[in-house]
């Protein structure tokens, strides 16, 4: 198992991983389909880790991979706009239908909070909606603690708001 940042020869896994989502009804930002190249997806992932582009605050995307397949992905944002401090925190993260339920979003969250120690970014936000029960847990799993639960105005959908310190 490797987690990391997609590099040129993951092409063809990165195509897969996009396919592994077409039936789903919710598809997190790492698992979006892509327009332009590869090459260009992978260059506007160099230029967001530092950037802030198109009102997306710099975030780096890491991808949960195992037997030459992406299992899973996240997206670290390195800060929040008013957006992201009520409905989308530090970290957004989905693991392809198929590998559900196999402990790999608890592991790539308790990763990916290690690289926010490493960062010295602290506490963590991260949300999940309500009825995303699986999620909740695994937050929670890795020491989130429910802040509240805000209703998000244009959908009306409602986001429980972790928190996790990494300092204590």
């Not at 698992?31 to 967001?48: D, R, V, W, Y």
């Not at 706009?81 to 392809?96: K, P, R, S, W």
């Not at 909070?113 to 929670?140: G, M």
Request: a positive charge; aromatic letters at 10%.
């Amino acid at each position: 198992m490797t987690f990391r940042e997609l590099k040129q020869s993951d092409e063809k896994i990165f195509n897969d991983w996009i396919k592994s989502w077409t039936t789903e009804s919710v598809i997190v930002s790492v698992a979006k389909p892509i327009t332009g190249s590869f090459a260009e997806h992978l260059a506007n992932l160099e230029q967001m880790k530092n950037n802030s582009i198109n009102n997306f605050v710099p975030a780096s995307n890491y991808f949960f991979i195992e037997d030459g397949l992406i299992k899973g992905g996240v997206s670290a944002r390195w800060q929040l706009n008013d957006h992201l401090l009520n409905f989308g925190g530090h970290i957004g993260y989905g693991v392809a239908p198929a590998w559900h339920q196999q402990g790999i979003a608890k592991k790539m969250l308790e990763l990916t909070l290690n690289i926010y120690q490493q960062r010295k970014i602290s506490p963590v936000l991260i949300t999940a909606e309500k009825w995303n029960i699986a999620s909740r847990k695994t937050i929670e799993s890795n020491g989130g603690v429910l802040e509240n639960i805000i209703k998000e105005p244009s959908t009306g959908k409602l986001f429980c708001r972790y928190w996790i310190d990494l300092n204590s």
